[in-house]
């Protein structure tokens, strides 16, 4: 097959590799469409020790059936899914009690790391475990179903914040995680909702996402905005995509007393806390990884229609053009949010 490896870093090339062979209970997909993450530019870095090389990577990806290893029963070749870019044993306690984002044996597509490697989907097929795939509705793309990764790790984080039906919320930054979780409080019927990012193109991102306002990253900014829609309280709810000293300010600047942050990102290794003003402000801390089961509810809102997907699928490209848009994507082309990858 065709796919593109990461042979050292920040040298992409797309060669010739033998076919994946799908183990028992994995079926082998043909990959239509797989999106750059933003954790995929930074292993092409060689940031984080997450992307030995050599390396297929990618993990949000959309395809169709091509054959079922053994033991695999409820699929056929040429059924369209996704899959969850967590690969896990479904037997462990974390996977017995709904928490299979923190298996004990987890792997994640695309990554290579001192404990494990597992090939991804920048490639023409890619074995993965049967019971992590999803079945795509008719109207949904492939193109928007390989979103349905990024976007459920945004409807993660706002099903962890509990109800947030007539709510005010409030999520910071406005990159790919930033912007799904916009779109999933949105879907979730929240009342006010706003946005704080740095740079005026994600702001307008932002608003075309939903959001009735955005405004700059900086604590003062993000607190007006709340204060200014909750008679002075602050959000409800504050999602933070960011992960930052900088983001966490932001956050408990911006939340009403009592109120719940929901920290994604994870950019800083560790940050300082308030904590005696978090403590005498009641404030609820809850921290969210990855996703857990939320792809049906997201295939949903895709196929009715309810989540405005196209700021994420202006640049759809060939895999040939795979290392060219990781260049693109390192230099922040502005307007440039998300590439989608054909094999
Ligand atoms: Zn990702
Ligand atoms: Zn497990």
């Not at 740079?199 to 959001?211: C, K, P, S």
């Not at 009592?258 to 403590?279: E, F, R």
């Not at 990884?289 to 060939?318: H, M, Q, W």
């Amino acid at each position: 097959m065709k796919a593109l490896v990461l042979q050292e870093p920040g040298r992409l090339e797309v060669v010739r590799c033998p076919d994946p062979a799908p183990g028992p209970g994995e079926v082998l997909v043909r990959v239509r469409a797989c999106a750059i993450c933003g954790s995929d530019v930074h292993g092409w870095r060689g940031e984080g020790g997450r992307r030995l090389t050599p390396l297929i990577m990618g993990h949000e990806a959309s395809g169709e059936i091509v054959t079922l290893g053994p033991d695999v029963a409820g699929w056929k070749a040429g059924d369209r899914v996704t899959f969850d870019s967590t690969q896990y044993c479904g037997k462990c306690w974390q996977c017995a009690h709904g928490l299979h984002n923190l298996c004990a044996h987890r792997q994640i597509l695309g990554v290579a790391c001192r404990e494990y490697r597992r090939e991804g989907a920048m490639a023409e097929l890619v074995a993965v475990q049967a019971h992590t795939l999803y079945r795509l509705p008719d109207k949904v793309s492939f193109a928007q179903a390989c979103l349905t990764e990024p976007f459920a790790v945004g409807m993660h984080a706002v099903r962890l914040a509990g109800e947030l039906r007539g709510k005010t919320v409030a999520v910071i930054g406005a990159g790919t995680i930033g912007l799904m979780t916009l779109l999933a409080a949105k879907s979730q019927g929240c009342g006010h909702l706003l946005c704080a990012a740095h740079h005026a193109d994600r702001q307008a991102l932002a608003r075309e996402a939903g959001a009735e306002a955005s405004v700059e990253g900086t604590p003062k900014a993000l607190a007006d905005a709340a204060r200014a829609c909750t008679e002075g309280r602050g959000a409800d709810v504050v999602l933070d995509s960011v992960g930052s000293q900088g983001s966490l300010d932001t956050a408990l600047a911006a939340v009403r007393d009592g109120g719940t942050v929901v920290v994604i990102g994870n950019s800083a290794v560790h940050t300082a806390l308030p904590l005696q003003d978090c403590v005498v402000r009641q404030i609820r801390l809850q921290f969210s990884y990855s996703s857990e089961g939320e792809y049906p509810i997201c295939l949903k809102a895709i196929a009715d229609g309810k989540v405005n997907l196209t700021p994420f699928l202006r640049a759809i490209l060939p895999l040939e053009q795979g290392a060219d848009a990781f260049r693109r994507l390192t230099d922040r082309e502005p307007g440039l949010l998300k590439v989608i990858l054909q094999p």
